[in-house]
């Protein structure tokens, strides 16, 4: 089964919010001259920004915030975050691989940036709904 | 970069505790727009069973953030860490963190490869209340990349 796309907008200044709630000042994630430096396109946004915007596609198909028991991903792309209004966009889809028999249900995430895998190996156990 | 296997096994003193907050905890599912009123409203994350704020899943790095700078700062081990990229991240839970849980995290080396010129290390953390109460196991793996 596969479960509905969710697409989530990203911009410059949700990357300043997600590093002062997160804690993670790494200037590859707000100074395009930073980033360049070390050869990146630009500007990038955190991985573990990525991870929790697919966090929230997994809670929302799970129907409940507290519904995960595993969670894990690879982060294979950096997703490029334009200084623009637009920025960029993740688009986040599922495919249900198992339910268990205690109640479990085993997800294989996919989320891409223009077009492109950003993760690999994503995959979620949230508790079956009741 | 070449990182010494030796370090396989080698485990880390727990963390001071961190202290979750219930603002926090708000600003954080506000960072990444998770709007569910558990994350922000006590009444309806205790209508789901839980004492007070429920933390979106990837919460807890906020606080083994310390624990991982315990490891990738420690000079023994020498990683460069302006040549670190995150490789993969996991979380097992037990359950959601909660804003009031005090945590501490203690934190192990699982495993140490170079590959292709590129060190891999992997971290495991635990996540437990000061009493004792296991909460989220995280692990980190992150890439040392090698002089091109």
Redesign the interface.
Known sequence: MELPAKT?QVTRA?LV??A?????FNPIHWSDRFATK?GLPGVIAH???T???V??A??EWAG???A????????TRPVVVPDDDQGTEIEVTAVVREVTEDGLTRLDVTATCLGEKVLS?ARATIRTAR | MSLDPSFVGRTYPPTAPYQVGRE?IR??A?????T?P??HDPAAARA?G?PDV?A???FP??VT?AASRQIVEDPALGVDY?RV?????????TR?VVAGDELVCASTIEDVTTRGGHGFLTTRTDVSTVAGEPVVAV?SKIVVRGEA
Do not use: C, N
């Open positions: 989530f949700d919010r997600y002062g709630a997160s804690g993670d070390v991985g573990m920004f991870m929790a915007l966090s929230r997994i809670t409940a915030p507290d995960v028991v595993d969670y894990g991903v690879r982060f190996q | 926090k600003e954080f506000t960072a990444i727009g998770a569910d558990a994350h789901l839980h429920v979106p899943p990837t790095v906020v953030m302006s990229v995150h490789g993969d991240q996991r979380f097992a839970y959601p692990w």
